[in-house]
T-cell receptor, first 117, second 110 residues
Framework: DTGVSQDPRHKITKRGQNVTFRCDPI?????LYWYRQTLGQGPEFLTY????????KSRLLSDRFSAERPKGSFSTLEIQRTEQGDSAMYLC???????????????FGDGTRLSIL | QQPVQSPQAVILREGEDAVINCSSS?????VHWYRQKHGEAPVFLMI?????EQKGHDKISASFNEKKQQSSLYLTASQLSYSGTYFC???????????FGPGTSLSVIP
């Protein structure tokens, strides 16, 4: 168990640029979540996957945000045409859900801190 | 809908007790508790499922009143290591996403 890893740890970019983040969950985990966290706030739900299927995307999320989990393993989160308000910590978490045991503990990665200049 | 947490912040001396509350306006299946230290990722503490159970982990325990859609986290004989921000997360069904509250900042001082 190597934990959830996220790459990069920090990203600084100019407004208007596109950015992509990667998350590698714990290998046997079938559920993967993306959250956004700003200072003094709780993790804000963005989207989540069960294997390769995207189950839900937050209605608060603009069309500039997209996420994929093509083979049910790693996931990417892309933000197009970044804006100042996108500056935040982006957290990924994974869990192992089964038919008889849902709502399992989530293991979080250390996050990617995005700063928009 | 985001759960509500209270208090927003609390300062304790070592050895004192604290209670953190979490409530929702929606019917809940489960409540999740996490602790996050400054600059680190949230770390899982415990999950409480529908059924009104109470759980404990060392000197940290929690209860879940499903009729009131409320959960409380109890920290007894607090230690310096308990400092951090505590988040509750709620889910409406066994396979629903978890929505986190705004957090309660807990500071334990010597």
């Amino acid at each position: 168990d190597t934990g959830v890893s996220q790459d990069p740890r920090h990203k600084i970019t100019k407004r208007g640029q596109n950015v992509t983040f990667r998350c590698d969950p714990i290998s046997e985990h079938n559920r993967l979540y993306w959250y956004r966290q700003t200072l003094g706030q709780g993790p804000e739900f963005l989207t989540y996957f069960q294997n390769e299927a995207q189950l839900e995307k937050s209605r608060l999320l603009s069309d500039r945000f997209s996420a994929e989990r093509p083979k049910g393993s790693f996931s990417t989160l892309e933000i197009q045409r970044t804006e100042q308000g996108d500056s935040a910590m982006y957290l990924c978490a994974s869990s192992l859900e089964t038919a008889t045991h849902g709502n399992q503990p989530q293991h979080f990665g250390d996050g990617t801190r995005l700063s928009i200049l | 809908q985001q759960p509500v947490q209270s208090p927003q912040a609390v300062i304790l001396r070592e050895g004192e007790d604290a209670v953190i509350n979490c409530s929702s306006s929606k019917a809940l299946y489960s409540v999740h508790w996490y602790r996050q230290k400054h600059g680190e990722a949230p770390v899982f503490l415990m999950i409480l499922l529908k059924g009104g159970e109470q759980k404990g982990h060392d000197k940290i325990s929690a209860s879940f009143n499903e009729k009131k859609q409320q959960s409380s986290l109890y920290l007894t004989a607090s230690q310096l290591s308990y400092s951090g921000t505590y988040f509750c997360g709620t889910a409406k069904t066994s396979y629903d996403k978890v929505i986190f509250g705004p957090g309660t900042s807990l500071s334990v001082i010597p």
